[in-house]
């Protein structure tokens, strides 16, 4: 009996012992820590590749969010283009006419908005990383996105990490409208935080995106219009039928799961690994994405 | 008279006032801030779609170069190809037979080395930057690759930036062998300094790399093997014939202009940016290539 029970035991022992990868950290975790994706602000962008899963962030950006929203309703992306990929840096897409009388309408989206590069902190759950930043005063989670956040000011602003979705815009600060859209495929560019609004980020799909041949042109765009990836649609997964949506979670950023895992990657106590970073960078924190069950 | 100089020296003036961008410095910069690369140090990797120029570092890591420089010479690669491309991480190429035995020989190439994460700092030219690093206590360049370096050890390595790469190795810090090599081609895994030896990085055409499809094992394996990219070559540059090199030239990282630029991206005035950032992270620094004249 005893050395059944030791035996029995045994591996549970060792398995205490030995820290938790972030792979076992996410399999254990319940599911009160994963959250569905809010169709009424999920986009699909439908490319002849597959589908890219995009979360926007009305916490954010609302009035860019709003003209998003009414831009797919209305099919505005159908038929347009992705129509430059910079390497490590951006693709972007929409109507790249250069004459702004010969664009696309708008059809209800607002011509004109404010610049939403940052707003009051207040009222945001701010999950702070402990981990030093260049870039920002503060640096953390809020509600799945990467964030920025200046305790001085009060105001906290989305991070230009890896997929990162942002809306192109002139010289003037309030010159986007949401219909030019670009999305991070590089090294984070932190320098455009608080230059530009950033209105959502790519949750799945965004290898669709970053493998899309660079344009030759040092901005990346194409000479040929040939080039261009083509756009079959850009809808809100409220607007497509229940059957045909993608069926996603992602971790919540604040729950101990997510917490658990971060540290798990800031020190990687695995075999593999010799010298623990003892840091980790906000843009380098895996947001985990998995399918619901049905 | 007076007039007329006025006129001419008004555009000057203006000239002055504006702080110039990174592109004014470096149009701007004298051919001596700028050196052509070793051909003994520079590899040619030959795919379908073009040519990658790879930068070697010796100085870091001088048992993996010779042994990279025997496989090279020996054609080990040739017919080989890019067996994986993991999503914001690498690529990654060699023979990816899983029994040693069957594996490709090495040929005159060493089947063990030492493992060459680091290296004492002094005998080094370390170009530091004034920023704040998370990783590493300084950060910097070294004869142009990005680096840290640790006061209190007397050591520096080379950082995983975008473009570095790596030798490939199993558990035990010294089973890589420089045959199977990866490049960074996602954000900046930065938590593998220090874990693995950094052989080099990719000075051209690392948008080759960058777009290959991804695969879709969870680290980028492919399923099918005719997903791989074949790679017709890799060759020293020092072992091709002169009229089929490319002519490139590196900016140097320890010249004012390199200084100047760096600044400039660090606060960029530009009538675009709203907010400088005050800050660059170190695997955001622009490192400048350009085309020798004839």
Redesign the interface.
Known sequence: MFATGAAAQAPDADEAAKPKSAQEILDASPDAHWRALDPANTLYMELDAGRVVIELAPQFAPRHVGNIRALAREGFWDGLSIYRSQ??FVVQFGDPTEEEADRKPLGSAEAHLPAE?ERPAAGLEFTALP?????APQVGFVDGFPAGRDPDTGTAWMAH??GALGAGRD?A?DSSTGAELYVVT??????L???ITVVGRVVDG??LL?????GRDPMGFYEDPAERTPIKAIRLASEVPPSERSQLEVLRTDSPTFAAATEA?RN?RD?????P?G???L??VPLPVREADD
Chains 1, 2 share one sequence.
Do not use: L, T
């Not at 970053?210 to 660079?214: D, L, N, T, W």
């Open positions: 390497d490590n590069f981990d030093a930043d260049g870039w990490c890896y010289m600060a590089g090294q984070s560019p932190r320098q935080d608080r230059n965004i290898e970053s493998v899309i041949p660079r990657r990687r075999d593999w690994y010799k010298v970073a840091h980790i960078d843009c380098n």
